[in-house]
């Protein structure tokens, strides 16, 4: 079954029409317009074969043909990467999700399922809708196929992080490990490496260590190059291990003021409404206590 079929099986997600057209504009129409192109370039190559011109038509044209084909397929990989900066540097997985569901309406036929679930399944990770996510790629836990175990094992390694699920991530680090290297990706070792990284941050987190689990996320978040999206969750991952109520808020504000759509923005928001709401209510009690005798 494809991806887009499949996703509106599991969760009754359908494409909405502003990004229908939005992959109308950046992806059909160019696309289209790039084959028509090719194919006139073609036509005109055998339509001067046996004359004078054709050596010079072989010269000029077709480089433009090859051109012309490959910028279709460039197109795909162009509007592939606009999605991921929606998340990585946008912070807005709920319009990659809406677009990305859009995009695999339209290229349903030549699209990879297994890659199409990961994509929007991962825009659900962003968005706090775990369980979601999980339901999309739990058929792929099974397959046979090193890759779609994969994939599978690597979004819940990503949502047990998000949870604080130390268990559970422990577990997906363990799959990842004894899945065999051969067939999988070529950036699979580094996902990997990632995974461990994480479970070790979250296990001194949980643990106890919440000084050295501060450090830790302190240190991925205010990186030089770190992505805006990472910057946002570390921050809000800080929060939970400071102990100073000023950097603990400080972190909290970056997250909600930096993170859109993402779930570590709604996170934030509510643990500062909570806070506010503990300040105000002991401000009231002490304006009402009365006065020593």
Request: charged letters at 30%; one cysteine or more; hydrophobic letters at 45%.
């Amino acid at each position: 079954m494809r991806a887009y079929e499949r996703i509106g099986e599991i969760l009754g997600d359908v494409a909405d029409e502003e990004s229908r057209a939005w992959v109308r504009r950046n992806y059909t129409i160019r696309v289209r317009v790039a084959g028509v192109a090719a194919f006139a370039f073609f036509i005109m190559i055998m339509g001067m074969s046996g004359t004078p011109w054709f050596a010079i038509s072989t010269l000029v044209l077709l480089p433009l043909t090859i051109v012309a084909v490959f910028f279709g397929v460039f197109m795909r990989g162009s509007v592939n990467r606009s999605l991921t900066r929606l998340i990585d540097q946008d912070c807005d997985p709920l319009l990659c999700g809406r677009r990305t569901l859009a995009l695999l309406e339209k290229d349903k036929k030549n699209a990879d399922p297994r890659s199409g679930l990961f994509s929007y399944a991962y825009a659900l990770r962003w968005q706090g809708k775990w369980s979601e996510a999980a339901k999309l790629v739990r058929d792929l836990e099974d397959d046979p196929d090193p890759q779609s175990a994969f994939i599978y094992h690597n979004l819940m390694a990503y949502c047990a992080f998000d949870k604080r699920d130390l268990k559970g991530l422990t577990a997906e680090v363990k799959a990842l490990k004894e899945l065999s290297g051969e067939g999988l990706p070529k950036d699979a070792p580094a996902h990997i490496a990632e995974h461990v990284a994480l479970r070790d941050m979250l296990a001194k987190e949980i643990n106890g260590k919440a000084s050295k689990a501060a450090a830790d996320y302190i240190e991925v978040a205010d990186g030089a190059k770190a992505l805006p999206a990472h910057r946002v969750l570390f921050s809000l991952k800080a929060a939970d291990c400071l102990a100073d109520p000023a950097e603990r808020r400080a972190r909290l504000v970056y997250a909600a003021e930096n993170g859109n759509s993402t779930w570590c923005a709604a996170e934030a928001k509510k643990r500062l409404e909570k806070e506010d709401r503990k300040k105000l209510a002991g401000a009231s009690t002490g304006a009402t206590l009365p006065l020593p005798s």
